[in-house]
């Protein structure tokens, strides 16, 4: 998760940030010097750990140009008053995709405003989630902590009109939502 709050900030300043890297990335159940690592593998199986996931979600999840994502004019990077929800946003034509991750423990309401938009369709969120922080995918248990993609449609309209998706982020969460603007 603290991986995904990172990401955030990496993509919310993509105009300094050009590229990065992840290290290491393979790691023999039997012979490792460090944690975190991509894939876990021993003679027979491999293992691909929530760190993958996440940033397999990002790779994935990564056209377009950055937007804002703020709440209370602030951009969404844990600070006071913001309830450690970290956010990132871009937008590829009338595709808009929204990353998110809650470090709390606690699930929080989010909602997700559209100005200028007269419709949200196709709404779709993938989301990492553990109830135990301390939980991975092994070589015993591989799909303990996988992403799960389900469809939202919770659209309403604002007084001005504008379309907003209300939903709530679980606790220690990571989330991808995707839709199209009108």
């Known amino acids: 998760l603290v991986e995904s709050a990172f990401m955030t900030g990496l993509e919310r300043n993509a105009d300094v940030v050009y590229m990065a890297t992840y ?13 975190p690592d991509l894939v876990w593998f021993d003679n027979l199986d491999v293992v691909k750990t ?9 790779s994935l999840n990564s056209d377009g140009n950055v937007i804002p994502a703020t709440m209370d004019g602030k951009p969404v990077a844990g600070k006071d008053g913001q309830s450690r929800l970290y956010a990132t946003a871009l937008r590829d034509g009338d595709v808009i995709i929204v990353k998110m991750t809650n470090l709390s423990e606690f699930s929080q309401e989010v909602a997700l405003r559209f100005p200028g938009a007269e419709e949200v369709e196709g709404l779709e969120v993938t989301s990492i989630h553990s109830d135990n922080p301390m939980e991975e995918n092994t070589i015993g248990s591989p799909d303990a902590v996988i ?3 389900t469809e939202i449609n919770m659209v309403k309209s604002d007084d001005n009109g504008t379309p907003v998706i209300g939903t709530r982020i679980g606790g220690r969460t990571f989330s991808v939502y995707k839709f199209k603007i009108k």
């Open 50 to 58: 929530s760190n993958y996931y996440v940033q397999q979600l990002y």
């Open 147 to 149: 992403p799960v993609t």
């Open 23 to 35: 290290a290491p990335l393979l790691a023999h159940v039997k012979g490792w010097q460090w944690r």
